[in-house]
């Protein structure tokens, strides 16, 4: 599966932004999905992921309650919802696919987007 992520862009503190993902070549609903991100100078991080089929969440403890993940199966296409944004949230995001039937903390994903930059100002 081939992923493309969008949506990235500056913001203030405190703004929101969407991410997109969209995904092809692939049976998008047999996928867990997920977001990580990469700021400068730290090791990629898991943001969040969202499960195939009942579609339970998993979020990092420091976006919970201001990010949310969601899938739309229909449109092949992945979403996180960025609120109340922080400027520690500055990044390159990526999305990611996995064919796994279960999500668990730290579960490598196959497939990979080429990630979007959000930048969020002081």
């Known amino acids: 599966v081939q992923l493309q992520a969008s949506g990235g862009g500056l913001v203030q503190a405190g703004g929101s932004l969407r991410l997109s993902c969209a995904a092809s070549?692939?049976?998008?609903?047999?996928?867990?999905l997920g977001w990580f991100r990469q700021a400068p100078g730290k090791e990629r991080e898991f943001v969040a992921s969202?499960?195939?089929?009942?579609?339970?969440?998993y979020y990092t403890n420091s976006v919970k309650g201001r990010f949310a993940i969601s899938r739309d199966d229909a449109k092949n296409t992945v979403y996180l919802q960025m609120n109340s944004l922080k400027p520690e949230d500055t990044a390159v995001y990526y999305c990611?696919?996995?064919?796994?039937?279960?999500?668990?903390?730290?579960?490598?994903?196959?497939?990979w987007g080429q990630g979007t930059q959000v930048t969020v100002s002081s």
């Open positions: 969202i499960t195939r089929t009942v579609s339970t969440t």
């Open positions: 070549g692939g049976s998008f609903s047999n996928y867990i």
């Open positions: 990611t696919a996995d064919r796994r039937g279960r999500w668990y903390p730290g579960m490598p994903f196959d497939y």
